[in-house]
């Protein structure tokens, strides 16, 4: 399979793209993966995630950080940038947040395997650290750590 045949129907990349309005309307675009005979993990961080807070609008910070193992399919990074980007005026509790972006990566990927760690900014104090787990990881591959370390403040 050649390059330009997995992404021939990609509609975002290469091209000027808004930014969704809103998650649900945001376009994943996905390729065929183009190691399907090997198990590796994908990392994608977003140290810069935000949303709103949809008792208050004010806005809340999120450090995410996706991990999966692709099955036959891999997501387009500049359509997962732009859905991300999608959250920015999207009232939603952090646990909301987090767990919905998971489940539409599972539900357009189907990978082997997938993670999110959202490692949430305080509000009122307190920061929020929410993890989802799809699938177990198979046998033999290497998943580093994601190293992101609990808020601590100033100190």
């Not at 767990?99 to 900014?121: F, H, T």
């Not at 307190?126 to 808020?151: C, R």
Request: aromatic share 10%.
């Amino acid at each position: 399979m050649s390059d330009q045949s997995i992404y021939a129907d990609l509609k975002q990349l290469g091209s000027a793209t808004e930014l969704p309005t809103d998650p649900e309307q945001a376009v994943l675009e996905t390729v065929s993966n183009p190691e399907p005979d090997v198990d590796y993990v994908v990392r994608f961080t977003a140290p810069e995630f935000t949303s709103l807070c949809p008792m208050t609008g004010q806005p809340d910070f999120a450090h995410l950080m996706i991990d999966y193992i692709p099955g036959k399919l891999l997501v387009e990074s500049k359509s997962l940038k732009l859905f991300l980007g999608a959250f920015r005026n999207h009232g939603a509790f952090h646990e909301a947040c987090t767990v919905s972006i998971a489940r539409r990566l599972v539900e357009e990927l189907d990978p082997k395997w997938l993670r999110i760690g959202g490692y949430w900014y305080p509000r009122g104090g307190i920061p929020i650290d929410v993890f989802f787990q799809h699938g177990a990881v198979p046998q033999g591959v290497w998943v580093p750590e994601q190293d992101v370390p609990g808020y601590r403040g100033r100190g």
